[in-house]
Nanobody, 114 residues
Framework: VQLQASGGGLMQAGASLILSCAASRIMFRSYDMAWYRQAPGKERELIASITSSGETNYSDPVKGRFTISRDNAADALYLHMSLLKPEDTAVYSC?????????WGQGTLVTVSS
């Protein structure tokens, strides 16, 4: 399983950004996917998840501002981020569990300035 996140950058508060996660060596459509983030000095946290059938869940800090989606034809996962806040600054990673093993993609850094 290979996961590669991309799309991070330096943003101003209030802006929007879309992160992408390319998956390979996996029957992507069959697996639940998730986005995590780790802010400086903090533990990694789950912020959004999407099941193989498209059901979504969000953590309270991002609910209403972030949208997780997937394109099974492209083996891709997305995170649409809007109304960004400085506290959204973190390394964002995509993840999945295959046969009880959790896989992580290389994260992408999002920095939000006030």
């Amino acid at each position: 399983v290979q996961l590669q996140a991309s799309g991070g950058g330096l943003m101003q508060a209030g802006a929007s950004l879309i992160l992408s996660c390319a998956a390979s060596r996996i029957m992507f459509r069959s697996y639940d996917m998730a986005w995590y983030r780790q802010a400086p000095g903090k533990e990694r946290e789950l912020i959004a998840s999407i099941t193989s059938s498209g059901e979504t869940n969000y953590s309270d800090p991002v609910k209403g501002r972030f949208t997780i989606s997937r394109d099974n034809a492209a083996d891709a996962l997305y995170l649409h981020m809007s109304l960004l806040k400085p506290e959204d600054t973190a390394v964002y990673s995509c993840s999945t569990v295959v046969r009880d093993v959790r896989y992580w993609g290389q994260g992408t850094l999002v920095t939000v300035s006030s």
